[in-house]
C-alpha cells in the first residue's frame, strides 16, 4: 500500500511541474523549434494556384513603369478576394533597388523606385523553402533571383547606399495589411517576382501599355486583353477629330435633302399617300 501510495503522489507532482521545468527536460533539439507559417491572406494569389492564374500570360510581360502602375485604380483587397483584372498581368519595370527586407513568412519584401519619378512601390520574392512553393514551376526562379540579391547587396537593409538599377518581372498583386513597409499608395504591389536581372541604363518605354487583363470566358466575361494605350492612341488619331465628323455628318444630310431621301416613318408614309399621282387623278375625276 505504501509503494502505491508513493506512485500516485510522484504523479501529481510531475503534473503540477511548471511549463518551464518541462521544457528543460526536453532534449536541446526540440527546445526553441518552431513551426514557421508559409502563408498569409491571399494565400492561392501569392503562390499562382488560384483559378484565375491559368489567364496570365508568362511568356508575355507588359513593359510599363512604376509610375504607371501607381496611376491604376486603388483596391482595398481582403483575405478572400478572387484575383481582379489588373492582377492578370506579367509587368516588367526599370527600377531602382534601394532596400530590401525578410518577411516573417520567409519573403524576400525589395523596395523598388521609379528612377523618372521617384515613386516606390514594393515587389516580393516568395521562399522556395516553403513546401507548397517548392511544388510550383517557379520555385527555381525565386531560389536564383535570392541568392543573387543575398550576393549582391548582403545582409537585409531598408536602404542602400548605392541603389541597382534592375529589371523587375512579376505578377500584379493588391496587398491586403495596411502597415506592410514601403506598401504603394494604390495598394498594388509585384508578387511574386519571377525574374529580375540588372541593367546598365533604363530601357525606353514611350507609351506604357497597361491591359486590365481578360476575363473569365466561362464566367461570361470577354476573350483576350484590351490595351488601354492602344485605345488612347486610336481616340486622338486625325481621322477621328471632332471637327472632321462635324463636317461629314453635314455632308451626309445635304445628300438626304438633295436625293428627298426621307426616313420610312409615318410621316413618309403620310406624304407618300398625299403626292400619290393615283390619289390626285382620282380626286380630279
Not at 501510495?5 to 518541462?22: K, S
Not at 512553393?133 to 536602404?159: L, N
Not at 495596411?178 to 495598394?187: D, G, H, L, S, T
Request: charged share 20%; proline share 7%; glycine share 6%.
Amino acid at each position: 500500500m505504501q509503494t502505491t501510495w508513493n506512485a500516485m503522489m510522484g504523479l501529481i507532482a510531475m503534473a503540477a511541474l511548471p511549463l518551464a521545468q518541462l521544457l528543460v527536460a526536453q532534449p536541446a533539439s526540440q527546445r526553441g523549434s518552431v513551426v514557421r507559417q508559409c502563408g498569409r491572406e491571399r494565400w492561392e494569389q501569392k503562390i499562382l494556384s488560384d483559378y484565375d492564374t491559368a489567364m496570365i500570360h508568362f511568356n508575355r510581360a507588359t513593359l510599363t513603369s512604376i509610375a504607371s502602375l501607381g496611376q491604376l485604380p486603388t483596391v482595398v483587397a481582403d483575405e478572400f478576394m478572387p484575383r481582379q483584372p489588373y492582377e492578370r498581368n506579367l509587368y516588367s519595370v526599370d527600377a531602382l533597388l534601394c532596400g530590401y527586407r525578410l518577411d516573417n513568412d520567409g519573403n524576400f519584401r525589395l523596395c523598388l523606385r521609379d528612377p523618372a519619378t521617384h515613386r516606390t512601390m514594393p515587389a516580393l520574392i516568395p521562399d522556395p523553402d516553403c513546401p507548397e512553393i517548392a511544388a510550383t514551376p517557379h520555385a527555381a526562379s525565386y531560389r536564383a533571383t535570392r541568392q543573387w540579391i543575398r550576393a549582391t547587396v548582403g545582409h537585409p537593409a531598408d536602404s542602400l547606399a548605392a541603389p541597382i538599377l534592375v529589371a523587375v518581372t512579376g505578377v500584379g498583386l493588391y496587398e491586403v495589411l495596411n502597415r506592410e513597409q514601403w506598401m504603394a499608395a494604390n495598394r498594388l504591389a509585384l508578387h511574386p517576382v519571377i525574374g529580375l536581372q540588372p541593367l546598365e541604363s533604363p530601357r525606353l518605354v514611350t507609351q506604357p501599355a497597361i491591359a486590365a487583363g481578360a476575363k473569365n470566358p466561362k464566367r461570361g466575361g470577354t476573350k483576350g486583353k484590351v490595351d488601354l494605350a492602344a485605345t488612347t492612341t486610336a481616340q486622338q488619331s486625325p481621322s477621328q477629330h471632332p471637327t472632321q465628323s462635324v463636317a461629314k455628318k453635314t455632308d451626309q444630310k445635304q445628300k438626304y435633302r438633295r436625293s428627298g431621301k426621307r426616313k420610312k416613318g409615318k410621316k413618309f408614309r403620310r406624304h407618300r399617300i398625299t403626292a400619290s399621282p393615283k390619289r390626285s387623278s382620282l380626286n380630279g375625276q
